[in-house]
């Protein structure tokens, strides 16, 4: 089976990137308008990180490694490297070694439609990781496929370039073009949930924040006390 490793794609720029670090993904997918999400199956191996970079793209065979090798050298500063299967896996494709191998050249992390190994590994050396299961299954390095092509992970297509979001509510992915917007509208975001948040320790109630007492009454929601609604003392 042939396949394609596509060199030096476009790429969001690095600033931007930053930028959108200092956003978890709730907030992030919320500017998009509830969009880019990776399915919740996609879980960290550690707790308390949170990552952005630049998506290096992956598609390899089920149970084979060999494509991953190959994407190492596509890596680079700043990079995230996403990986998926032509059809669902769940076998460790990926642990220390090649966690080593990419920390060495300044990645940050990877993202796995499939299985990981040696997880207590990855968290001792500090390397981020997100992935669909963990599973000690080996694999073996046998079967073509590519690097830095579009791809997609729970319906959710990732192009290389595209900058990644991870932390402990799960995974993002912000299109490179629309990284700069998403960064100031997760911003603004921040800075209205800012002024929320102190309004609720003042004493508020969504309720009224939200203007939901309005709404509860156009739902056909109504106020009983205990006795009106149980019949007690009649």
């Avoid at 879980?43 to 060999?66: E, I, K």
């Amino acid at each position: 089976m042939g396949g394609v490793i596509v060199t030096n794609p476009p790429k969001a720029d690095a600033k931007d990137v930053e930028a959108l670090a200092g956003f978890g993904v709730a907030t992030v997918s919320e500017a998009m308008g509830r969009t880019g999400l990776l399915g919740p199956s996609i879980r960290p191996v550690q707790q308390g990180v949170r990552v952005a970079g630049t998506a290096v793209t992956v598609l390899s065979w089920p149970g084979d490694n060999l494509m991953i090798h190959a994407a190492v050298e596509q890596c680079g500063e700043g990079d995230i490297l996403v990986v998926t299967t032509t059809s669902p896996c769940t076998d460790g494709l990926f642990g220390e070694l090649f966690a080593t191998a990419l920390q060495k050249r300044g990645v940050r992390g990877v993202v796995l439609g499939t299985g990981i190994r040696d997880t207590q590994e990855l968290r001792d050396m500090g390397f981020a990781a997100w992935s669909r299961a963990v599973s000690s299954q080996g694999t073996v390095k046998a079967t073509g496929g590519s690097v830095n092509v579009p791809i997609a992970i729970d319906g959710q297509v990732v192009r290389p370039g595209d900058v990644i979001v991870a932390d402990d509510d799960g995974v993002v992915v912000v299109p490179r073009e629309k990284a700069r917007e998403t960064a100031e509208k997760s911003e603004a975001r921040e800075a209205k949930e800012a002024a929320t948040r102190a309004a609720f320790l003042e004493g508020q109630l969504g309720l009224d924040r939200y203007g939901l007492r309005d709404t509860l009454k156009r739902l056909g929601v109504e106020y009983r006390s205990y006795e009106e609604y149980t019949g007690a003392g009649s």
